[in-house]
């Protein structure tokens, strides 16, 4: 497939039918990175029958070098550090815990607006689908995968509509699964494989998981 993607919504339903083994299982569980992974996870949840949820990480950036990410936290209370970064710049455990400090607040935020309260599902044991709209360099994802270990699902499918090659084979280490639609030599951007790509808003994220716990509960 080479072709351009028509939107996130077709980018979802196409790996839905990528995805046919996991569906109506009870065990499965599909967690978006928002939030343009939310509407590609949305039809993802949907065509499974499964519980959709999101899984915010939040980059900590490098005192000084914010781009450079020293390691990340994500939902469910999980920090990750990369231990060389750390190493080789001689950051602080204080300058760490600042840094660390901001970026829980946003995160608390993010997931605050998009759950309303509702509780951070459970993984233990269970098959993830860690969803994104696409991996560009893949440092976010690799945080994802790296944070969600930590919380000990029992397998976990990482499924993106695009990825350049480089980016898609490094995952295979750190997932059990990998499933992408597009997988470029010549990458770019993330956008330029989609004719529809504009940003998804805070009340998308939100009206789609409203949306999908409403659809699982009349399901069930």
Same mark, same amino acid.
């Given at each position: 497939m080479n072709k351009k993607l028509k939107d996130r919504t $077709?980018?979802? #339903?196409?790996?839905?039918?990528?995805?046919?083994?996991?569906? =109506?299982?009870?065990?499965?569980?599909?967690l978006a990175?928002? #939030? &343009?992974?939310v509407p590609v996870a949305y039809e993802i949840a949907r065509k499974l029958n499964a519980p959709l949820d999101v899984f915010v990480v939040?980059?900590? &950036?490098?005192?000084?070098?914010? %781009?450079?990410?020293?390691?990340?936290?994500? +939902?469910?209370?999980?920090?990750v550090l990369n231990e060389e970064v750390v190493k080789a710049s001689g950051v602080s455990n204080q300058e760490i815990a600042a840094v660390e400090a901001e970026e829980q607040k946003e995160?608390?935020? #993010?997931?605050?607006?998009? #759950? +309303?309260?509702?509780?951070a599902p459970d993984v233990s044991g269970r098959t993830v689908i860690l969803v994104d =709209?696409?991996?560009? *360099?893949? *440092?976010?994802?690799l945080a994802a995968l790296a944070a969600l270990k930590k919380l000990q699902p029992a397998r976990i499918v990482v499924a993106a509509a695009v990825a350049p090659r480089s980016a898609y084979e490094a995952l295979q280490a750190g997932a059990d699964e990998v499933i992408c639609l597009l997988t470029p030599e010549i990458f770019y951007a993330i956008s330029l494989w989609y $004719? =529809?790509?504009?940003? *998804?808003?805070? %009340? $998308?994220?939100?009206?789609?998981?409203d949306k999908a716990i409403a659809q699982k509960a009349t399901s069930t």
């Open positions: $077709e980018a979802g #339903r196409l790996l839905a039918e990528k995805l046919m083994a996991y569906a =109506n299982r009870q065990d499965v569980v599909v990175l928002p #939030r &343009g992974g939040r980059k900590l &950036g490098l005192p000084g070098q914010e %781009e450079l990410a020293m390691g990340a936290i994500a +939902s469910g209370g999980v920090r995160l608390a935020r #993010r997931e605050q607006l998009y #759950r +309303s309260g509702r509780p =709209n696409g991996i560009a *360099t893949g *440092t976010t994802i $004719e =529809n790509f504009a940003q *998804t808003t805070d %009340e $998308e994220v939100r009206l789609l998981l």
